[in-house]
């Protein structure tokens, strides 16, 4: 059953070293691990994090039947099937749903669509006639140049059936709460953005999405839940002392747009001994610079409290 409620965790896809063939066994793993946390309401693979650009559709569709495999039903699963064209995104949708996905979530399609609100609707509509699944929307402006504003978002929804919720991944605060405060009226909107998580939750998101809590799901879940019972005092120390360090290990890079959280995740959970891999290109690994930083923090947030730093 479909959930947006808590902690959302964006998956990563683990790759081998050097071949970049896909882990399927480490993957497994990962979401067994996962589905096994109190921490994560939901899991939802092949977004951003999952490197959804950089698989082929038979990739997303192993990726997808592994997940849910492995999920065994005990989390709430949503799959990424973006695309540049409606086909391959029907058909990975409809995948998604014979494997018992609980929704799937796209974000509007690259290349032809800057300024093109009637096209993204038209886009819309021929897919959601096509499949018996939920669909959330994935508002990422930043990398797909088109903006689900509060204005568009309420047109979609009055004009196309079948969209059960928006991970909005703005970085634009006002534009954030202005979303949660209108469309929220009409689908739950999830915080996308992780550096925003707090105030977006403050402001009345339903959920948030987390690449964080692939390695450490229990501390995420607690930071959405002491929010949930009023402990306002323990969710801001969380936030402020766990997520913002993480989160801003290169602050610049996360402000473009650079999506550095990906290599920073694999590299974090190899330490850990997770099956993180490798980046596929284009994406690059971490420079010695920024493993250097990034082992500093983890040391002195205890998660590496084995590790020499």
Do not use: W
């Amino acid at each position: 059953m479909l959930d947006l409620t808590g902690i959302h965790v964006t998956t990563i896809t683990p790759f081998k070293d050097s071949t970049y063939e896909l882990d399927l066994q480490g993957l497994a793993e990962n979401i067994q691990f996962l589905s096994e946390s109190r921490g994560v309401t939901g899991i939802v693979p092949l977004g951003t994090v999952g490197e959804f650009s950089s698989v082929s559709t038979e990739e997303r569709k192993k990726i997808t039947k592994t997940v849910l495999d492995a999920a065994h039903g005990r989390k709430s699963i949503v799959v990424g099937v973006s695309h540049t064209n409606h086909v391959e995104v029907i058909e990975l949708a409809r995948y998604a749903k014979d494997c018992g996905a609980d929704a799937v979530l796209i974000v509007p399609p690259t290349y032809y669509m800057k300024d093109n609100e009637e096209g993204f609707i038209k886009f819309l509509e021929v897919v959601t006639k096509s499949i018996d699944i939920g669909l959330v929307l994935y508002n990422l402006p930043l990398v797909t140049k088109t903006n689900l504003t509060p204005a568009l978002m309420l047109k979609i929804l009055d004009r196309i059936n079948g969209i059960v919720g928006l991970k909005d991944g703005t970085k634009d605060l006002s534009q954030l709460s202005e979303t949660i405060k209108l469309v929220g009226k009409k689908i739950p909107v999830v915080v996308g953005a992780e550096e925003l998580m707090y105030y977006g939750l403050i402001a009345g998101g339903r959920g948030a999405t987390s690449s964080i809590a692939n390695y450490t799901p229990d501390v995420m879940g607690d930071l959405i839940h002491a929010h949930e019972q009023g402990n306002h005092a323990k969710a801001r120390s969380l936030y402020f002392d766990y997520v913002v360090p993480l989160r801003h290990m290169d602050l610049p890079a996360v402000m473009q747009g650079v999506p550095i959280q990906i290599a920073q995740t694999k590299e974090t959970m190899n330490l850990l001994g997770m099956a993180g891999g490798v980046v596929r290109p284009p994406l690059v690994p971490l420079s010695e610079e920024q493993k250097q930083r990034l082992r500093q923090i983890l040391g002195h947030l205890k998660i590496l409290a084995k590790i020499a730093v």
